[in-house]
């Protein structure tokens, strides 16, 4: 954390002596409150309900006050010995970097009758509170006949109980402001409930009832067959997805983690409800599941609603299948598959340690070495240096029982015989010649920063706190930190030569049909050891304030001290604003090449110092603004911001640098195309603007990007950088007074805007109707249309936020239709973007290509309902209080909220929307959402784009593409 002592930054330091008097006196202290507190709920015990109220609210003013007294003592007996606050040592480290990061105050543990495992924790910093409930089943524990049964019961498990008949929970839980959702995993499934803390207990009561009495009604399951099986088809058309699942079927051959996690079609449509009610019954027995809440809450009073609601749950009897071992591999496993694809992609596995392996956290630092960020060993290799590849990382998925070390990446057919010798090339250098150990030590920050923050938000913590209790005890956790600082570089050189051998290597292509060769096994493998020597071996503290700094720049701080972490974005207005059909991509390629090296960094320093201080610096290029992001350990900010601010106002913009950038925004514009998702959305905005800058994509188009000029990104990079246009947000563990500082010393030298320059005039757009349609050999279509909408601070925009909650989410008008009632397409939304000077409500929706048009009309149908003004009372307040809900919920981490500042005062909303959100919501009527609707939800009137499946040839292709002789 920062602070400012006399106009220094400064912070505490502690002796070890002064730190072990304050630690006898932390235990003495702890103790007495202890007690106190138990004679103050003892003394409370029995009241009335009113005087239950009162003794509850005295109880958390007691504790408050003796907080507060704790802390105080604790900070006179440490001393004052000050240290720089932005280059201090954080709480989860000595001189060494070994202790661990928090204490886990606030955490209650215990085991019921039944022998379901409880973890409560109370986390205060934002009023919301979710229920975790964690069953120790999923893909592992399913025979093979029935591959993806956790998953289709998992999509049954909030379908409906005794009491709460279909459609039921989803209304249940929007009614108080929440969501709900659920995930299957190889060794886990879990269902979760976030909400606003003061409804915790309907949460609770919603996840009891659900494993009591859930319904797996033999019709409801036909239609959810169906859901299911448009998931699965919509992955393959996911080339990522699609090496990877390949790959890890090469891989294994016995164990259950090389199947196809979700089952095929045919398996999950022979699925019936006793085969289900089966599996339910052998799996998920109390002794088999963790319930982990964690919020806003009072431990006190949650464990005795839990006991009274999941104590009477009966034991059962456990009858668990497990997978088979993996024999060890003893050679190279190699496999070429071809698909309607634009560019390659290499998917590369080996075996690896499991979670409890004393191998895995030298294996995770590895992987982050290889594979993780721009400054990575691939990266930098394949991607920046030898420009063999558009993409490619390394990662390490450790389980209980199972783990694999891969290697993605994503580049032309042509480069791919090269590309993988120089991969394994570096592994051989990595085994034979070692590391730096100042890479190392870069990692490991890297790596603590990642740790840390899986504990920022309630859902992210129950999950973290689960997984490890799943492993044996979450007090594993405590551990983490001293088993990763205690890798060595030697460890490193070691696992590399003991898991990435050549001849335990599982070598997935998925190429376009057209460039599939006759490559075989042995010849990649040669191909690999040619000139390689492959050695084998076996809710918030501060209110946020906005400056200005004396050069004009505002600045907006928001103090949260719950993690030593920190969030900072630095925007400037305009941007995409300004660019045309023909400089679409202008501002995103700008801002990108001035990441590649300074006036006194290169390209590669610039990357390797900001990743050694556990930050990570990235550009975005949003439609009103752009500018840079930054996230990373709050005590090394005044180091990083150093790089930070040289990188915006001393950038070079080498000739060789912005070539590669080229390169990679054309590549990012292609694997856009591929997505599914994203580019049926960019066909209908670029229908829906006309020609204003809003409709263009962010990448802009290869034949735009191809023909940028070094002049050109010059002149874009001095127009955009302005002091005149900029504003810093920063959101974390800082003090105010430290920031301002440390901002105003280093963007004092920001450029001032130029005499000769001209004002940019942006004028709303002028909407447009019409299609969009691109076809492709796909197993679906993807489809999204738009209705315009007004500008973000319009004084509509709230009855516009209710209205699209009304028709989008989970028990929203599209989804109980188009899923839910008729199976048309497993996701279907609308999604409501309100830019600075206009917006639009779009639609999307992916299905079989034969339900194209079905389900487009259906989502028309009930806009026209609601335009019609066909929204009932109750549907109107559920909406409100899902929207003040979802809004809550959303700002949980330093980087949503540092966003949504930025977001609000670029586009005119102001700095307090956030807090004036919720009340313009709930003075939102109904009146005002249907007349919202009749104005702008105009089903007459929509710009369409479909990236559409060519029926006729999408019927005879396998799903999963050619395969290779």
Known sequence: MLKPDNGKLSSPVLSRESGSNARGLSGMFKQWRGETMQFIDNSFSGSSQSSMEKSIRCLNKAKVFLKCFIILLAVCVSGTEQSSALERKSVNSDPNGSKPFMEFQNI?????????????????????????????????????????????????????????????????????????????????????????????????????????????????????????????????????????????????????????????????????????????????????????????????????????????????????????????????????????????????????????????????????????????????????????????????????????????????????????????????????????????????????????????????????????????????????????????????????????????????????????????????????????????????????????????????????????????????????????SMTAGLTKMTLNSSLKGTTSREAEKVQDEIAALGFELDVKAFPDYSGYIANGLSRNLLKAFDIIADVIINPVFSANEVEKVRKTQIARIKKRKDNMYYHPMELARYITYGKHSYGLPVNGFEETVEKFTQEQILKKYKTLIRNEHAMVVVVGDVETSAVLKMLENKLQDMPSRLSDEIQLKVKAPKYQTGENIVKRHKSQSAQAFAFFAPSADSEKAPALNVLKNIASGMGGRLYNEVREKNNLAYTVRALLELNKYGGIIINYAATLPENEEKARDMILKEWGKMVDGEITEKEFENAIKYTIGKHQISLETNAALRNQYAQNVLTGRGLNYIKLFPDLIRATTLNQVKSAAAKFAKPDKIALGVVRSIKEEAGEREKWGRVSP
């Not at 294994?252 to 095929?264: C, E, L």
Request: hydrophobic share 35%; aromatic share 8%; net charge negative.
């Open 108 to 580: 209650t543990k215990r085991k019921l009758d039944n022998g379901l495992t409880v973890i409560v924790k109370e986390d205060h910093s934002s009023p919301v509170a979710t229920v975790n409930v964690w069953v120790k089943t999923g893909y592992f524990n399913e025979q093979d006949e029935w591959t993806g049964i956790s998953h289709l019961l998992e999509h049954m498990f909030f379908k409906g109980t005794k009491t709460r008949p279909v459609g039921e929970i989803q209304n249940e839980v929007r009614s108080v402001g929440g969501y709900w959702n659920a995930s299957t995993y190889y060794e886990r499934t879990n269902y979760y409930i976030v909400v606003p803390s003061s409804s915790i207990f309907n949460a609770l009561d919603i996840e009891a009832d659900c494993l009591k009495n859930s319904n797996i009604d033999p019709g409801e399951l036909d239609k959810e067959h169906e859901v299911v099986i448009q998931e699965i088809l919509r992955k393959y058309d996911k080339p990522g997805t699609m090496a990877w699942e390949k790959m890890m079927a090469l891989a294994y051959k016995r164990h259950h983690i090389g199947r196809w996690r979700m089952g095929t079609p045919e398996q999950v449509r022979s699925m019936r409800n006793s085969v289900l009610v089966d599996y339910y019954k052998k799996n998920y027995c109390p002794e088999n599941i963790i319930l982990v809440v964690v919020g806003d809450v009072d431990t006190s009073l949650v464990i005795p609603k839990i006991d009274k609601l999941f104590g009477p749950i009966p034991g059962g009897t456990l009858d668990k299948h497990f997978s088979p071992e993996e024999p060890p591999q003893t050679e190279l496993r190699y496999r070429q598959t071809g698909s309607d694809i634009t560019q390659s992609y290499v998917a590369i596995g080996f075996h690896a340690p499991p979670a409890l392996h004393k191998d895995k956290h030298a294996v995770e630092a590895l992987s982050q070495l290889m594979g993780k960020g721009k400054s990575s060993y691939l990266f930098r290799t394949l991607k920046q240096q030898k420009e063999l590849v558009n993409d490619i990382s390394a990662g390490y998925d450790t389980l209980a029982n199972a783990g694999t070390f891969y290697i993605e990446a994503e580049l032309p057919t042509k480069n791919m015989l090269e590309a993988q010798h120089e991969i394994f090339k570096l592994i051989d250098r990595i085994k034979n010649n070692g590391i730096a150990k100042s890479d190392l030590d870069k990692v490991k920050t890297s790596l603590e920063y990642d740790f840390i923050t899986s504990m920022e938000g309630v859902r992210r913590q129950s999950n973290t706190l689960a997984y490890y209790e799943s492993l044996g005890n979450y007090e594993l956790l405590r551990k983490y930190v001293d088993k990763l600082h205690a890798v060595t570089v030697s460890d490193i050189s070691r696992v590399a030569a003991k898991y990435l051998s050549v001849d335990k290597a599982s070598i997935q292509e998925y190429r376009p049909e057209n460039e599939m060769d006759d490559t075989t096994a042995e010849k990649v493998k040669n191909n690999i050891k040619h000139g390689i020597e492959i050695r084998n071996a076996d809710e918030t503290d501060a209110d946020v304030s906005m400056h200005e700094l004396s050069n004009g720049i505002r600045i907006v701080i928001k103090e949260r001290h719950g993690l030593p972490v920190v969030s900072l974005g630095i925007y400037f207005e305009g941007g995409r604003l300004s660019e045309t």
